[in-house]
């Protein structure tokens, strides 16, 4: 099966402070990935759009210059999250679109960021 | 835009039961996917049964299976023999052709706990 990999699992900074999380599809190449934030017990909220070679495309309500994505290859894109404050603190997870999956969507194991 | 509705936050099972989670959605499309997915305590997101809306045949996994009615739009999943490691939030969730990009949108989700 297809396999979508993040890194770090978790992290911590400190307030002010820019993270960078990487999301990789380890057995296919990926020319769309997107990036959700998931906060506890609650649903997954897209956050962006992104393809490989453009500019991402950002959902309503989320502030580009705060999470910068980059898909700079067919097997990586990366989220940033710039000058990171607690509110930022939350659960970062990843998808990614293999062709001929038919719609479906593989996911990576989600990055835990705590800001402090 | 298409929304998905869980109205069941949370629910419990017996181990060895039977438990049916709710799902409907809105949308004005003839053509699309819906999915049920589920995200154990280790947080990661695990495709547990998929159906596309022009076959009439209700998608079936195992254990689980889906009554879709589309006229009614609703997509429900049945868990059959319960088993402790059915324990997890279960999000419905609604894609259009991938020719549209791969978005899915999620419902609220359900928490299920399957109880020994």
Redesign the interface.
Known sequence: GAVVSQHPSWVICKSGTSVKIECRSLDFQATTMFWYRQFPKQSLMLMATSNEGSKATYEQGVEKDKFLINHASLTLSTLTVTSAHPEDSSFYICSATRTGAGGELFFGEGSRLTVL | AQTVTQSQPEMSVQEAETVTLSCTYDTSENNY?L?WYKQPP????I?VI?Q?AYKQQNATENRFSVNFQKAAKSFSLKISDSQLGDTA?Y?CAF?K??EY????V????T?LRVKS
Do not use: D, H, T, V
């Open positions: 996917y999915f280790s947080r990661q997101m495709l998929r596309e939030m999000f894609m052709p991938p990009g791969n978005k899915l999620f419902g609220a989700g928490i």
